[in-house]
């Protein structure tokens, strides 16, 4: 019912930057919020950011005053800005929409960071 699209991973040096979109098509009335969560091998899927439909926003401690989420409502689209890249931020990043009480995932975006 709702499509998740993921751009914007890759291979990218220590310190360099990637910029993610998540572009949601389908069935889409009312987004509660969207985010990107990540995965790295031998781990658990965790939060990195996510912003609500009235503009508020989390991160985790560990990208705070690197990553930066926003989003483009009128394309029900939202971007990821990772900058200061460091090793441990490879891992493969999943958009998440919510809407209404359900949960929609995209199928995940490899970054990685290494020299």
């Known amino acids: 019912q709702v499509q998740l699209v993921e751009s914007g991973g890759g291979l990218v040096q220590p310190g360099g930057s990637l910029r993610l979109s998540c572009a949601a098509s389908?069935?889409?009335?009312?987004?509660?919020?969207m985010g990107w969560y990540r995965q790295a091998p031998g781990k658990q899927r965790d939060l990195v950011a996510r912003i609500t439909s009235g503009g508020s926003t989390n991160y985790a401690d560990s990208v705070k005053g690197r990553f930066t989420i926003s989003r483009d409502n009128a394309k029900n689209t939202v971007y990821l800005q990772m900058n200061s890249l460091k090793p441990e931020d490879t891992a493969v990043y999943y958009c998440n929409l919510v809407q209404f009480v359900r949960n929609y995932w995209g199928q995940g975006t490899q970054v990685t960071v290494s020299s």
């Open positions: 389908g069935s889409i009335f009312s987004i509660n919020a």
